[in-house]
């Protein structure tokens, strides 16, 4: 089955750093892929969605200067948190598709657990 | 705006109990609705996916239904075992192209 491997699993920064997070597709071409932030007992966050060669689209609420989007190629993605601050301790999770995603499931990573002290 | 809610928010039983999990959505202009399977500190592993034609899908111990009209699915495992513990998460992806998840229900399976 397709497989998304999401990386690092888990992080501790301090304050102020910047933190990458990849999302990769193994064994497909992700021609879009989401990235969702979740805080502990709540539900998955859309924050925004990345299409190969273009820039993401941000959701509302979602800064876009802050939570830099790259998917550079059909096989990976990056998210990465800049000027980290202890508030944006949270848990992300990626997810991708090669297909019609009205037709077929989404693939998701196994979710980075970031801690910015 | 779709808005998914998912009831219970938490749910143990003893293991062998057949139990069904509640999502509701306020839109139901939906392409699909996928249920998920969450367990602590990981991502999310796809369960069942309806399409909005479909009433029903099948996996094993797992039934999922779909009604459009009234926006309602439900998961219904059967003879639950302690390995099914986890969050289980229902999902609509809407003409917008966004999946929009539910709170999610806790589901604890007692042996």
């Known amino acids: 089955g397709a497989v998304v491997s999401q990386h690092p699993s888990r992080v501790i920064c301090k304050s102020g750093t910047s933190v990458k997070i990849e999302c990769r597709s193994l064994d497909f071409q992700a021609t879009t892929m989401f990235w969702y932030r979740q805080f502990p007992k709540q539900s998955l966050m859309l924050m925004a969605t990345s299409n190969e060669g273009s820039k993401a689209t941000y959701e509302q609420g979602v800064e876009k200067d802050k939570f830099l989007i790259n998917h550079a190629s059909l096989t990976l993605s990056t998210l990465t948190v800049t000027s980290a601050h202890p508030e944006d301790s949270s848990f992300y999770i990626c997810?991708?598709?090669?297909?019609?995603?009205?037709?077929?499931?989404?693939?998701f990573g196994n979710g980075t657990r970031l801690t910015v002290t | 705006k779709q808005e998914v809610t998912q009831i219970p928010a938490a749910l143990s039983v003893p293991e062998g109990e057949n139990l069904v999990l509640n999502c509701s959505f306020t839109d139901s202009a939906i392409y699909n609705l996928q249920w998920f399977r969450q367990d602590p500190g990981k991502g999310l592993t796809s369960l069942l996916l309806?399409?909005?034609?479909?009433r029903e899908q099948t996996s094993g111990r797992l039934n999922a239904s779909l009604d459009k009209s009234s926006g309602r699915s439900t998961l219904y495992i059967a003879a639950s075992q302690p390995g099914d513990s986890a969050t289980y998460l229902c999902a609509t992806y809407n003409q917008g192209g966004k999946l929009i998840f539910g709170q999610g229900t806790e589901l604890s399976v007692k042996p």
């Open positions: 309806i399409q909005s034609s479909q």
């Open positions: 997810s991708a598709s090669s297909l019609d995603t009205s037709n077929s499931p989404l693939h």
